[in-house]
């Protein structure tokens, strides 16, 4: 997806992880993705560059689908849509 097509998704479910080393981010998206029903979207915000292949690689080997990440002044939102 495209830098445009990713803001203007609606997530179902924000975790923000600022400020959390690694591999806090995805901690937080493991515990938070038990909150979003299938096929819905989740966006975890973190200032650990790390995270960005972390997701990746975690939404791959849970079946679930990685859309992409937004740069921002400081931190990414990175965007999930959880297996159906």
Avoid at 1 to 12: G, S
Avoid at 25 to 30: D, S, V
């Amino acid at each position: 997806m495209t830098t445009d097509e990713l803001k203007a998704l609606h997530a179902d479910k924000e975790v923000d992880a600022r400020g959390m080393a690694c591999p806090g981010p995805l901690l937080e998206a493991k515990r938070a993705v038990a909150e979003v029903t299938a096929g819905q979207i989740m966006a975890v915000m973190s200032s650990d560059e790390g995270t960005k292949s972390d997701m990746t690689r975690w939404a791959n080997k849970m079946g679930h689908t990685y859309l992409g990440d937004v740069e921002h002044d400081g931190y990414w939102t990175i965007y999930v849509k959880v297996k159906d």
